[in-house]
């Protein structure tokens, strides 16, 4: 629950922030009706902040979801699954608010193969016409719009189609963004590998044709119509752009850039192809107003012979601070060429634990930020993978770089590390004893934030791994870092004032003490809740305000992942 924590009758000034916090967390980009019902419930029963709550939806979407659910036939035993239809459309009709409306959202996470028959469920909300005709994006959200009507003849499910759009830009004749995302979790475009035939794709396809000129936020991803060949807008703004599509559309124009804000530019071979942007007079690709670049690189081909694209002189704005890159270790493209010292805040990388020993390190160069994402994409089984690449990142020197996350699977602590400036760290270890984090802490001489999110604290747990992967060369890292730090001083380091602790097996918290005793100014100290009282009990004197001179008092409180420069 959203809103648990907000009490009756205070003044709305004093819980107005809670009341924002709450609510931001229920609406966002995939929320669904059973995150706005929490919104409308706490409306319904707190009258006394419902005018604030109102004053929040300046800019709300309209939600209509598909709720999937199953039937058991007596007869012969057999599931038959039904669509239920909700929405909050009900709730915004009540307060008038559906002028506000900015978004018309339509979730189907959950797939059924039943026709989808979605003009008459949009009718059957009863929408006066002109209500919601402020609405600029037209979001698709989950993988279930393309499962419908799975066994309709393809000219029915084009009928269809040609009514449901219909209806959609009856009450939506202004939609300037059309977007569809199959996650629950916001993120890159995925878009598909081939056509799928079926009503869903069919709508997607005619919304294309019928808005494209006038869409300033749109991918280019299947399924998209191959006939098209209408001009872009030029305010293109946000742009995400499957390369292996592209052969395809033989009648598409060039895309405008002088006002593209984001781009992702995915499945790409070796290269980016950027023949499919015009150029400026001067034979080069202006990207003048871009913040947000991603690019995706496929694995390559067995046997495959990749040739070089023609050459496009490429020019990147200082502002642009945000670049994602996923798959750098099978790319030609010197990316770090077309950037500046320290321009990302932050740059992404997504890779796997081998891609770490392949990709080019000089990109780091342009990080102020850096986020790396190292995914065990091994599904089944128990791997056993080699440490270097993780070393061998950690060990690439950058004195540009003031905070760094290595995350996404547990990964071997570094003995070494040479992000001489870092002030915010974030790592998943699979062990992080006492002596590895005085290690890291004593190298990193200006680190004030470490956040740990291990497998564990204990060493003995180092080839035990549930997560069905292990570094089975760890051990003498470890030997390695124990000799390092018998020479540390009593106090490791004057710098670091907060430290976060999270293990996942349970919490050895005599290595947290040992750790803690060490840092004089540390004044936060987040473990999981449930140690909380424990840790208080362990370090004594500075968790009760009264330390020993020298050492600052800490603060024990609730283990968070938050990094203000990274998170906001």
């Known amino acids: 629950m959203y809103f648990h924590d907000i009490l009756h009758s205070k003044a709305t000034e004093l819980v107005a922030p809670m009341i924002c916090v709450a609510y931001n967390k229920a609406c966002h980009k995939t929320s669904t009706v059973a995150d706005f019902d929490q919104i409308i419930a706490f409306h319904d029963e707190y009258p006394e902040y419902s005018q604030f709550i109102r004053s929040l939806m300046r800019r709300v979407p309209l939600i209509l979801e598909s709720i999937v659910e199953s039937t058991c036939d007596d007869s012969d035993s057999n599931m038959k699954h039904y669509r239920r239809w909700v929405s909050n459309c009900e709730f915004l009709r009540k307060h008038n608010l559906l002028s506000l409306v900015s978004e018309v959202r339509i979730v189907q996470f959950n797939e059924c193969h039943l026709e989808l ?3 008459q469920v ?76 079926g009503v869903g794709s069919e709508i997607m396809k005619e919304l294309h044709r019928r808005l494209h000129s006038q869409l300033t936020m749109m991918q280019v991803m299947r399924p998209f119509p191959k006939d098209l060949a209408a001009l872009f807008s030029e305010n293109l703004q946000v742009l995400a752009l ?80 945000r670049v994602k890159v996923k798959g750098l270790e099978n790319s030609y493209t010197a990316i770090e060429n077309y950037l500046g010292i320290a321009q990302c805040r932050p740059l992404t990388l997504v890779t796997e634990p081998d891609g770490l020993e392949k990709m080019g390190l ?44 290595v995350t996404g699977m547990y990964h071997p602590m570094p003995p070494l590390i040479k992000w001489s400036w870092l002030h915010w760290l974030h790592l998943t270890p699979v062990v992080a004893n006492a002596n590895s984090m005085l290690n890291i802490i004593s190298m990193l001489k200006h680190l004030q934030v470490l956040v740990i999110d291990a497998y564990s604290l204990e060493r003995g747990h180092l080839m035990v791994m549930e997560s069905g992967h292990h570094f089975k060369d760890q051990s003498k890292a470890f030997s390695d870092i124990d000799d ?7 106090q490791v380091s004057d710098q670091l004032v907060r430290l976060d602790i999270r293990s996942h097996k349970p919490l050895c918290i005599s290595t947290v003490v040992q750790v803690v005793s060490r840092l004089p100014n540390l004044t936060s100290l987040g473990v999981s809740p449930e140690h909380i009282g424990a840790m208080i009990q362990a370090i004594g004197r500075r968790a009760f305000g009264n330390p020993e001179r020298g050492y600052c008092a800490i603060g024990v409180r609730e283990y968070s992942l938050h990094i203000g420069v990274f998170d906001g």
Request: aromatic fraction near 10%; proline fraction near 6%; charged fraction near 20%.
């Open 122 to 197: 949009i009718d059957s909300l009863d929408i006066p016409l002109g209500a919601i005709a402020n609405t600029s994006l037209l979001m698709f959200l989950g993988f279930g719009l393309f499962s419908a009507g799975k066994n309709q003849d393809l000219e029915i499910a084009k009928a269809e189609a040609m009514d449901t759009v219909d209806t959609i830009l009856t009450h939506c004749p202004h939609v300037t963004s059309l977007w569809h995302h199959g996650r629950r979790n916001w993120g890159s475009s995925a878009g598909f590998n081939r056509d799928i035939p």
């Open 117 to 119: 028959n979605l003009s």
């Open 362 to 405: 000089p990109i780091l160069r342009c990080a102020a930020l850096l986020n790396v994402s190292v995914r065990d994409m091994h599904k089944a089984g128990h791997t056993s993978y080699q440490s270097r690449g993780f070393y061998r990142l950690f060990e690439h020197g950058q004195q540009y770089m003031s905070g760094a996350r």
């Open 484 to 490: 390092a730090v018998k020479d540390l001083p009593s």
């Open 242 to 321: 499957d390369s292996k599509l592209i052969p395809e559309l033989v009648h598409l124009p060039k895309i405008p850039i002088s006002n593209l804000r984001e781009l992702e530019v995915r499945h790409n071979n070796r290269n980016v192809d950027w023949t499919p942007f015009r150029l400026g007079a001067d034979e080069a690709l202006h990207f003048w107003r871009l913040e947000y670049l991603a690019l995706e690189f496929d694995n390559p081909l067995r046997g495959v012979t990749y040739c070089a694209p023609r050459f496009i002189n490429l020019l990147f704005p200082a502002g642009l601070t």
